[in-house]
């Protein structure tokens, strides 16, 4: 097995287990805990695709910034094993065979896709680099950048709309 | 002059619009002179019809208003045919109509204004359908008349509203003439289906090529409907209820017009008669059972008006036995001097009742001979015209049908003499009883009496001249040579049924005698009642068979157990069981369940979001699984 | 920074398969748990499982399409790029509403928000 494919493997596999635990854990604060593990594993992905704006991004937004919130938010409730609320067993069950089956379906879908197609990973990766993907950016989207930062603003706005004590 | 035969009918529905439209604000006079002139109009225009129609050589005219109906291959015209026995009807019709109308004037002068109007519109009303009737070219036009004279008897049976007796004959009369329709519309339809149209003309040139079954069921159909309408058996017991209404509208529609379209419409397709002979079997037995039937109630009855229902009945039948056994000519003679004579009655029976105050007891009446002078002598000779008495009308016009009669079947003979016997001596019975003898009724009626108006005297002498002299358009052959002037101007109608028919000839001594007898035995008849009543009315209680005739043979009754009685059950298990049960438990039950299942699916909305995605997650699922099932 | 090794291929059926993975994980968490917080941060589960699919996809065009275009395949990842600047707006307004909601209710208990019943 290559480099590659054994990087891979390795992380998907704690990709998956991590977004296991995600879901699974009683305590709110562990379960931040393992999907920061799960961004940084898929930043993991991204480098190996040498997508290497996206990893770096990837990591200082989601990782850094959202979660980071998140962690306030449930420190700011107190939130803990105890006081979070037990769903009713079947609802849980439902909801499990639910993304199941979701699984399996799309797994179906997709498995005879004609895909044969190989992807390139590191070495050939031009677009990865953040060269090319602002020139890019700043060349043909420019115009949703621009809107993305009114979305930023009225983000802003909202949030402090909506957090105010009345 | 003939083109302007559209003018005929159009004069009274003027008429009936303005009555009618107006009739709160013309005033009574004005009501009666627009009533009375629109048909004056109308009987000048058909006078000068007729003069035209009486040169030789007159052919058929056939005036197209506009198409009708027009899909496919149907094609029926709003269309007048100008023709001898139109031109006949027409003069009846609105020569008797307008002195109907004068008479009208004085009779109904109690009425208020507004009612007053709407008399007079419901008359003209009545008028313009008649001729629609007997004008139309084709049997669609006929049936449009057909029912318009069906509306206008209801309307004017049922005049005076306010009782509901009343309007429950004019109901009756209205439910058995449809009866008769359906009969009617079926061979309307049978004929359209088989010849492919309804104008006469194209009908009867058809005819004789078609087979004998179908025609057999389209003229017995078409009779169903005279039946209805002419008042025979089965249908007949419409009429005496009809003598609810006033009595210039019994002597309008119900003695001299309505009653005869059913003779208009067989004389008319006489062709199809003559090709089918059970019907015509069928015809003639009916006649003359239902002459027989009705003139055995008519013994026994004591309202004036009820006993001349049932002569109208009676003189129907005799009519139709004349259309059974071929004598068409014969049975439109008869409609022709039966509208004088019988119109003549009823005005006079109408003179007599409002004279009494609106008494209509025969057992009442009497010795009115002194009082009302010349309601007594046109009510004596009328009475001499219906028996048959050499020289009146009905001498000719009954002795034509009854040589027809006996020359198709002798049987047929003898019971229609003894019919006419039984006519003179009921028609003597009540002349006697009213005008003979002494008054019967209360003291301070009889100080009232007196003659009736010059508006009601006047068309009574006018009709009395008819019932007198009418006789001579008729003439028979072993009289005269070639004096039945009628039947000479009715030779084209009837042309083609004359050359199918087998000649009877009948030698003229046999015809003599026949005549002999039938007057013979009418005079004994008249006689004896004659006497009989004048010097004892008959007023004891009747038992055994005149009991049974006073009550018409029960047949009102058998009708009531063994139609309308079922019926009405009929209806009511409809309405209960089938309506409030079935329909109306499954309408209700289709809004139950609805509202059933509105409350189960709104359990989903539970307001868990949880529950909401789950159930967009197995949409997410079901839509992928169908997309990939479906490749 | 340059390259990290020579070009090596993985078949793109395995990040197919990866994402859908991750994402009926992040479906199955937003069934069960009843920690709006939770709910939210499995959301973003699934958004990242959808990044990966999409940078994936865009390395597997860019290698087909390399001869006639060099820039083939750079949408992919600027979309993913724009999915990360919505995801970070949605997140603080989210927030924000869930600390609304525990200011009025005292708890993130999603069955609290039944009031859409009626």
């Known amino acids: 097995m290559g480099t590659t494919q054994f990087l891979f493997w390795f992380l998907s596999i704690i990709a998956i287990f991590s977004a296991i635990m995600v879901v699974v854990s009683k305590n709110p604060v562990h379960s931040v805990l393992w999907l920061i593990i799960v961004f940084f594993t898929i930043s993991g992905h991204y480098i190996l695709l040498n997508a290497q704006f996206l990893a770096i991004v990837n990591l200082i937004v989601y990782a850094g910034a959202i979660m980071v919130l998140f962690l306030f938010v449930i420190m700011l409730m107190n939130l803990n094993a105890d006081t979070e609320p037990q769903k009713n067993k079947w609802l849980k069950m439902a909801g499990v065979i639910g993304g199941g089956a979701l699984l399996l379906v799309l797994v179906a879908a997709l498995k005879d896709a004609d895909l044969k197609n190989q992807l390139a990973e590191t070495g050939e990766g031009d677009i990865g680099l953040i060269r090319n993907l602002g020139i890019a950016l700043f060349n043909d989207y420019v115009v949703p950048f621009e809107i993305s930062s009114i979305l930023f603003l009225s983000a802003m706005v909202g949030a402090v709309v909506i957090g105010k004590r009345e | ?631 | ?118």
Not at chain 2, 50 to 71: M, N, Q
């Open chain 3, 1 to 118: 920074m340059g390259r990290l090794g020579g070009a090596a291929f993985m078949p793109i059926n395995y990040y197919i398969f990866l994402a859908i993975a991750l994402f009926c994980i992040g479906v199955a968490g937003v069934l069960t748990r009843r920690n709006a917080i939770i709910i939210f941060m499995c959301v973003e589960l699934m958004l990242n499982a959808v990044n990966l699919l999409l940078v994936a996809f865009s390395k597997m065009h860019h290698l087909a399409l390399k001869a006639t275009n060099p820039n083939a395949g750079i949408d992919g990842q600027l979309f993913v790029f724009f999915i990360m600047v919505v995801a970070a707006a949605e997140v603080s307004v989210g927030l924000a509403i869930i600390a609304m909601l525990y200011r009025n209710t005292h708890s993130v208990d999603v069955n609290f928000l039944n009031r859409l019943k009626h």
């Open chain 2, 1 to 631: 002059m003939s083109k302007f035969v559209y003018l005929v009918p159009l004069f009274p529905l003027i008429g009936f619009l303005i009555n009618g439209l107006f009739r709160k604000k013309l005033s009574k006079s004005l009501t009666g002179v627009i009533g009375c002139g629109a048909i004056l109009a109308s009987f000048v225009v058909s006078l000068l019809i007729f003069l035209e129609a009486r040169a030789p050589g007159f052919e058929p005219v056939i005036i197209s208003l506009f198409d009708f109906i027009h899909t496919g291959t149907i094609d029926i015209a709003f269309a007048f045919q100008v023709d001898q026995l139109s031109v006949l009807f027409l003069l009846i019709i609105t020569g008797v109509g307008f002195l109907i109308h004068v008479y009208s004037t004085s009779y109904m002068h109690e009425e208020t204004g507004e009612h007053f109007a709407r008399y007079f519109s419901y008359l003209n009303l009545f008028v313009f359908s008649m001729l629609l009737l007997v004008l139309g070219a084709n049997y669609v036009i006929l049936f449009i008349g057909w029912e318009g004279v069906g509306l206008c008897s209801y309307l004017l049976i049922g005049y005076w509203f306010k009782n509901i007796d009343y309007g429950y004959a004019a109901r009756k009369a209205f439910v058995m003439n449809r009866i008769g329709d359906l009969g009617f519309l079926i061979a309307l339809f049978w004929m359209l289906s088989q010849f492919g149209s309804v104008n006469f003309g194209e009908v009867f040139a058809k005819a004789p090529g078609t087979s004998v079954g179908v025609l057999t069921g389209i003229t017995l159909l078409l009779f169903v409907g005279a039946t209805g309408k002419s008042a025979q058996i089965p249908l007949y017991t419409w009429l005496p209820d009809a003598m609810a209404g006033p009595t210039p509208v019994s002597a309008l529609i119900h003695a001299a017009t309505m009653v005869t379209a059913g003779i208009y419409m067989i004389a008319r397709s006489n062709i199809l008669y003559t090709l089918a002979p059970v019907t015509q079997s069928v015809v003639a037995i009916t006649g003359l059972a239902t002459a027989i039937l009705a003139a055995t109630i008519a013994l026994k009855q004591n309202d004036i008006k009820k006993v001349l229902a049932y002569s109208t009945v009676s003189q129907l039948g005799y009519m139709f036995l004349g259309l059974g056994v071929g004598a068409y000519t014969g049975a439109v003679f008869h409609v022709m001097t039966h509208a004088f004579f019988k119109a003549l009655l009823f005005l006079g029976a109408g003179s007599v009742i409002h004279a009494l105050h609106n008494e209509q007891d025969i057992r009442k009446m009497g010795g009115l001979k002194k009082y009302l002078p010349i309601t007594h002598i046109t009510f004596l000779l009328a009475c001499l015209a219906i028996a048959g008495i050499p020289p009146f009308s009905g001498f000719f016009s009954k002795d034509e049908i009854l040589a027809a009669a006996y020359a198709k079947n002798p049987l047929y003979y003898v019971i229609g003499v003894a019919g006419a016997m039984m006519t003179a001596f009921y028609m003597f019975r009540l002349y006697a009883s009213a005008f003979l003898g002494n008054f019967r009724g209360a003291k301070e009626q009889e100080h009232h009496l007196h003659e009736s108006p010059a508006a009601i005297t006047i068309p009574l002498i006018i009709l009395a001249i008819g019932a007198v002299a009418g006789g001579f358009l008729g003439i028979p052959e072993v009289m005269a040579r070639d004096s039945h002037w009628l039947e000479r101007f009715l030779a084209p109608v009837f042309s083609d049924s004359t050359k199918l028919a087998t000649a009877h000839t009948t030698p003229a001594s046999t015809e003599w005698m026949l005549m002999g007898v039938s007057v013979f035995l009418a005079l004994v008849a008249s006689v004896y009642a004659w006497t009989r009543f004048s010097k004892k009315p008959d007023l004891a209680e009747p038992h055994g068979l005149g009991k049974v005739l006073q009550n018409k043979w029960y047949v009102d009754e058998l009708y009531d157990g063994l139609i309308v009685k079922p019926l009405n059950a009929f209806a009511k298990f409809l309405n209960n069981v089938v309506e409030k049960s079935i329909i109306d438990w499954m309408v209700n039950g289709v809004g139950k369940a609805v509202q059933y299942g509105s409350r189960q699916v709104r359990l989903l909305q539970s307001g868990q979001v949880g529950a909401y995605v789950l159930m967009m997650v197995v949409g997410m699922v079901i839509l992928f699984l169908v997309q990939l099932l479906r490749k």
